[in-house]
Every structure is written in C-alpha cells, then in structure tokens.
C-alpha cells in the first residue's frame, strides 16, 4: 500500500513531523522510545522555534550524513537553534525550500550548475534566494567540519544574484513635516534614532541602567554573537536632550514598577519581544506613517531602518562607520550612505 500523502501545512518539515491540536509533534520511530520519555507520540512544542530546538536536543544526531536532506536536517538540529530567534525562522523556511529541491540529491553530488539553476528558478526573488544560497553553503561548510565532505561545492564557484541596496534618503524636510503628526512616543525615538544610528532592535533594548556618566552603554545584537564588542555613544547635548524626552514620555506605574525598558509599552512591558519580533512598535510607526502621508506634503513613505542610513549620510564616513559599528567602511559607504556624491566640473 501507498504512504499516505503529508497534508500541505506539514510539508517542508521533517519527516515525521505533524501539526496538531495547536503544536508540533513527532511520532517517533519503533524502537526509539526509550530516547522520547517512553512515547509513540511526543510534542516538540507550539512555535517552530521551540519544536526544533526540542528536537535537537532529544535527538541522537548520526554521525554520518548521506542526502543533502541528512546534511540540512543536521544543520538544523546543530546550528540554527544557535541563531537569534528571527534568524532561526528565516533559517527553517529556507531549508524547507532547499530540503525540496536538493534534498533527495547525494552529499557529494551538488555541483556549481545545479545552484545557478536554483537561483535561475528564483529569479523573482533574489535577495530569498540569495540568503537561501548562503545557508547551503554555510551547510557544507559545516560538512567539511564535520567530516561528511571534503570538497565545498559552491564556496567561491558561484556568483549570487546581485543586489541593490536600499537608496531612500529621507530629506530634512521630509522628516520635519514627518515629525509635526509623530505622537511623543514615535518622536522622542526619532530623536534618539538619528543621534545614534543604532537599529531599532538595539534601541528597544536600551535600559535606563544603560544610560551610564560617560553615554549610552550598547552592545549591538549584530555584533555581540560574533565579537561580543560594546559601544559607548558618548553624551552630547542634543543626545541628552532627546534621552530626556524619551524619558519623559515613558508610562507612569499603575500597580507595579514600570520596566527598566527606555521605550516600553503602555503597561510597561518591552516593544521587543523574544522573539525579535515588535509587533506594538511597528503598529505605531505604521499609524505614524498613515498619518504623514494624508496630513502633511510629505509625499513619499520612508522606513524605520532609513533612519539609520540618513544618520550614516549626515556625517564623515569615518565618523559613521565608528557610529554604526562597522568593522569594514565599505560597508557603511555601500549600504548606508545614501547621499549622492557632489563633483566639480571640468574647467
């Protein structure tokens, strides 16, 4: 008789795997019980993310590797619980798509060819199918750790799709027009965003213990996992200023302490969840936006993250690169700066 066919929300994940009554969950393998609490059925949990790292930590990993989908399942077992918890999302949905299309294929069988043909297949979404290259190729890297390949079969070989970087830059009237319909909240983080240049995920984090004699004490998430290297942004007037109104507009305590948060909701909880995600902030800035669009001359939507680039623009490159944390100024210059460049002509 025929397996039966996965139903379309559990396709892409590990065999095995099956949604039901609101969680993941894996029947295990006859004879394995004994490694799943004694269980034919055993719930890995409610999101994506806690059902793989449930899954790495109970699974007996094999040692050896034969399909790409052998490699992508131990990749995802080892290395993407490791990530942050957006990272690990992007991660899992990417080797849903690969495990599809490479996944039946011999370790050693990949060649140079058959990821331009991925990437052809993909040709409407090249910045996806560039991350996606990027972590079959961080999987084989790993391979070769590991010892299931000796050969990396797309490291140097192929050449992804290329990519535009952003190039909006918000004018200085654009962003005071912006500001005469910001609420306190969205404008005190203004005022703060465009001081520091951190990211909003980096902004949303600061605590009032983080607000020391000598600045503003960070420790960038981009660069904290790899190098762990903290920043102080040291105090100006104008960054005191805006601290000050930051501070000002936070939500007074009701029954228990508000939270140590420098921005923070309206019951005193953090905008950014554990997940990485900030679903309250975005509702602001989105509202925020709606309303510049209709009440002001503003004429063109501008994104949080422009923010960032606006402050990289504003100032020497050396400066901003220093600000922004960038080991590397082509970075900064590539991505961030987004004046364009003023030359004299020929006399």
Not at 53 to 77: F, G, M, N
Not at 125 to 152: C, F, M, Q
Not at 325 to 342: E, F, L, M, S, W
């Amino acid at each position: 008789m025929a397996p039966k066919p996965r139903q379309p929300k559990n396709r892409g994940y590990p065999t095995s795997w099956r949604w039901k009554h609101g969680a993941w969950r894996y029947r295990v393998p006859i004879g394995l019980e004994h490694l799943w609490d004694g269980k034919r059925e055993f719930t890995l949990g409610r999101t994506d993310v806690d059902a793989y790292k449930t899954w790495a930590d109970r699974l007996q990993l094999h040692q050896q590797a034969s399909t790409i989908a052998d490699l992508l399942e131990r990749y995802q077992q080892q290395i993407v619980p490791t990530k942050a918890a957006r990272t690990q999302r992007a991660n899992n949905e990417t080797i849903r798509r690969l495990r599809k299309v490479f996944g039946h294929m011999p370790i050693q069988a990949l060649k140079p060819v058959h990821v331009y043909q991925y990437l052809d297949q993909r040709r409407d979404r090249p910045t996806s199918a560039n991350r996606d290259v990027e972590v079959l190729s961080h999987a084989y890297t790993k391979a070769i750790e590991w010892g299931v390949a000796e050969v990396h079969p797309i490291k140097g070989k192929v050449i992804a799709h290329s990519e535009r970087p952003r190039d909006r830059y918000v004018e200085d009237w654009e962003l005071i027009e912006a500001l005469r319909v910001a609420n306190k909240v969205v404008h005190a983080y203004i005022g703060v965003k465009l001081l520091t240049g951190l990211r909003r995920a980096d902004i949303l984090s600061l605590r009032v213990a983080d607000l020391k004699e000598d600045g503003i004490h960070v420790r960038p998430r981009k660069t904290a996992k790899t190098t762990g290297k903290r920043l102080i942004i040291a105090w100006t007037d104008a960054l005191r200023q805006a601290v000050n109104e930051a501070m000002a507009v936070r939500p007074q305590p009701r029954v228990v302490p508000i939270a140590s948060f420098l921005f923070c909701a309206s019951g005193g909880q953090p905008y950014l969840k554990a997940n990485g995600k900030a679903g309250g902030f975005d509702s602001l800035w989105m509202r925020f936006m709606d309303r510049a669009m209709t009440e002001t001359t503003l004429e063109d939507r501008f994104q949080e993250r422009d923010l960032r680039a606006k402050t990289a623009s504003d100032m020497p490159l050396d400066l901003a690169t220093a600000l922004l944390g960038h080991a590397d100024p082509r970075i900064t210059k590539r991505v961030y700066r987004r004046k364009p460049d003023v030359v004299k002509p020929l006399k």
